[in-house]
T-cell receptor
Framework: DVKVTQSSRYLVKRTGEKVFLECVQD?????MFWYRQDPGLGLRLIYFSYDVKMKEKGDIPEGYSVSREKKERFSLILESASTNQTSMYLC???????????FGQGTRLTVV | AQSVTQLGSHVSVSEGALVLLRCNYS??????LFWYVQYPNQGLQLLLKYTSAATLVKGINGFEAEFKKSETSFHLTKPSAHMSDAAEYFC?????????????FGKGTKLSVKP
């Protein structure tokens, strides 16, 4: 069974903290993605990676960075958390042959 | 550029009634289309996908969708709603732009099922 695992389901962080969200997939997928989901806005792409150490900006990269040192792991970093980054964060992965994506359970981040 | 529009942010049906969730897409190339379901505080689960084979696609949990090129639509249906179908549903199209394999999502339709 395919699996995308996000390290935390719920996180509460303070404004200005550096926050790490971790995502691991066990399907040997080339592509990995980070989305944020907000009510009424749907899913918006933050960053994606198509190979180890490769990354590309999505639609809303400001305030975020990513790291992909190993094929199975894709980390999202909030350099200095702000209250407007309170959201649900979803990680996904896909292969270059499959047309769909598999999602993790999501991390609900609250910045206070 | 590809885009997806879901008509209706909320849909309410009675248990046993037909479910119809609407999705229209915009794409300059033959699209790959998807429907995902999200239960509260969960990630997204793939319901079904269209990849240019049969135009009527059957998915999990009794859902199906029909690709209609002339109408640029990919509506999701289920003949008889069950209480467990209450969730949010997202239609998506594969992005042929710079992001390999990325999906462009609609804003979602929340389905309520009344007893």
């Amino acid at each position: 069974d395919v699996k995308v695992t996000q390290s935390s389901r719920y996180l509460v962080k303070r404004t200005g903290e550096k926050v790490f969200l971790e995502c691991v997939q066990d399907m040997d997928h080339e592509n990995m993605f980070w989305y944020r989901q907000d009510p009424g806005l749907g899913l918006r792409l933050i960053y994606f990676s198509y190979d180890v150490k490769m990354k590309e900006k999505g639609d809303i990269p400001e305030g975020y960075s990513v790291s992909r040192e190993k094929k199975e792991r894709f980390s999202l970093i909030l350099e200095s958390a702000s209250t407007n980054q309170t959201s649900m964060y979803l990680c996904a992965s896909s292969s270059i042959t499959d047309r769909g994506a598999f999602f993790g359970q999501g991390t609900r981040l609250t910045v206070v | 550029a590809q885009s997806v529009t879901q008509l209706g942010s909320h849909v309410s049906v009675s248990e046993g009634a037909l479910v119809l969730l609407r999705c229209n897409y915009s794409s300059s190339v033959p699209p790959y289309l998807f429907w995902y379901v999200q239960y509260p505080n969960q990630g997204l689960q793939l319901l079904l996908k269209y990849t240019s084979a049969a135009t009527l696609v059957k998915g999990i949990n009794g859902f199906e969708a029909e690709f209609k090129k002339s109408e640029t639509s990919f509506h999701l249906t289920k003949p008889s709603a069950h209480m467990s179908d209450a969730a949010e549903y997202f239609c998506a199209v594969r992005d042929y732009g710079g992001s390999q394999g990325n999906l462009i999502f609609g804003k979602g339709t929340k389905l309520s099922v009344k007893p």
